[in-house]
């Protein structure tokens, strides 16, 4: 992926530790697109990697102890913590982004959080609007704050985003914050991302 040369700019170091509320815009969607996104959204299988490959799973696996690791102070039962980065990788791999980026994301928007709330009125670790629950969900705001659903929606939702963008992340995080076109977002995700790098 190709990132903009906005994007190499300095985030701004007090931005990132700090949670940011996501401002998405209500747009209007084609009907096909309001339906795939629907089904996404509602799809009732659990978040369980399916990996045929052993190389793949093994790879899983050490990327799940890491960031483990790198999660214990922000979430320190183990449990939850072992929860959360299951269902973090399998969405993100699901809606086709990287898991890291999606991390990276959360830190910036609710600091891993998952009762956080914006003052628009975004809710929990991705800070999701609750005009998504009407638009593509069953119209129950509160479920934004169970933690698959949380993540389901807004990786659903960033993925969206980018397909409209042709695949310009700078513009996607923007949309996604409602500060599309302003640098000050999409660098502090970016930022915050290379802390949930993983090289095998």
Same mark, same amino acid.
């Given at each position: /992926?190709?990132?903009p040369a906005a994007f190499l700019c300095g985030a701004l170091a007090g931005f990132v530790g700090s949670a940011h509320a996501g401002n998405q815009k209500e747009e209007a969607l084609a009907d096909s697109v309001r339906v795939a996104l629907a089904r996404s959204i509602t799809d009732a299988r659990p978040p369980v990697q399916r990996n045929v490959d052993i190389q793949e799973r093994i790879k899983y696996l050490y990327w799940l102890g890491e960031m483990s690791e790198r999660l214990k102070r922000k979430m320190p039962d183990v449990q939850v913590r072992t929860e959360f980065l299951k269902t973090a990788w399998y969405e993100a791999?699901?809606? $086709?982004?990287d898991p890291g980026m999606v991390l990276g994301l959360i830190q910036v928007e609710s600091a891993f959080r998952k009762y956080a709330?914006?003052?628009v009125g975004a809710r929990g670790f991705m800070q999701v609007m609750p005009f998504w629950t009407r638009v593509i969900g069953d119209g129950e705001p509160s479920k934004l704050?169970? /933690?698959q659903a949380n993540l389901r929606? $807004?990786?659903a939702i960033l993925r969206l985003y980018l397909d409209m963008e042709g695949g310009d992340l700078f513009l996607a995080l923007g949309r996604?914050?409602?500060?599309?076109?302003r640098v000050e977002y999409p660098n502090a995700v970016l930022h915050a991302w290379k802390n949930w790098e993983y090289r095998a």
């Open positions: /992926m190709v990132v791999r699901r809606a $086709g982004l709330l914006s003052p704050f169970n /933690m929606y $807004g990786c996604y914050n409602g500060s599309r076109g």
